[in-house]
């Protein structure tokens, strides 16, 4: 490989340590999975096979999560390798509405999720540190913001019902000793 510059070798390290970090903690969650596969065997082969599995997985991942990195940060047009890095990004709202959603509980109650949903159309400008070739990707994102939930109790509802009937009640009694004078 040739003589990387200081940028390069940023971008190359920055790469390297997300691709370690996501061997590692998938390799750590396999070699879990075949620890408990391996549930019947003999402590050191469970232990042994838990832990070959592991560094397979781990290795693996690593050398598949580099190489797409590599692949991402490589040039199209002078095929430099890790030189591209994004320099821009840019939103644009298109859309935002208030959304809700509800959801029947167990007890009869209803649970109430409300939110802002925007759509944003997002620019991003990456350039190459060797040519300068610029390239942009753009894509649309949905975010939810000011989410809350509350809970409509059904108790509530029965007190409240309640309370409405014994003053319909009380009315109605009113009007019939009235009546009766």
Do not use: P
């Not at 050398?63 to 890790?82: T, V, Y």
Request: charged share 30%.
């Amino acid at each position: 490989m040739t003589q990387l510059s200081n940028e390069q070798e940023t971008l190359r390290a920055s790469i390297k340590k997300g691709a370690i970090i996501g061997g590692v903690v998938l390799g750590l969650i396999v070699a879990a999975l075949a620890y408990w596969i391996l549930g019947g065997q003999d402590g050191m082969i469970r232990k042994g096979g838990a832990a070959v599995a592991g560094l397979i997985a781990a290795g693996g991942l690593y050398a598949k999560f580099m190489s797409s990195g590599a692949d991402g940060a490589k040039c199209n047009e002078c095929n430099a390798a890790f030189s591209v890095s994004r320099s821009d990004k840019t939103e644009t709202l298109i859309k935002s509405e208030a959304r809700e959603s509800r959801k029947e509980l167990e007890n009869g109650d209803t649970e109430i999720s409300t939110w802002v949903e925007e759509v944003f159309d997002v620019d991003d400008t990456y350039i190459c540190s060797k040519c300068g070739d610029v390239t942009h990707k753009t894509y649309k994102t949905t975010r939810k913001r000011d989410e809350k939930t509350v809970v409509k109790s059904v108790a509530k509802k029965a007190e409240d019902s309640g309370k409405s009937n014994s003053r319909a009640k009380a009315k109605q009694s009113k009007g019939n000793t009235q009546r009766k004078s």
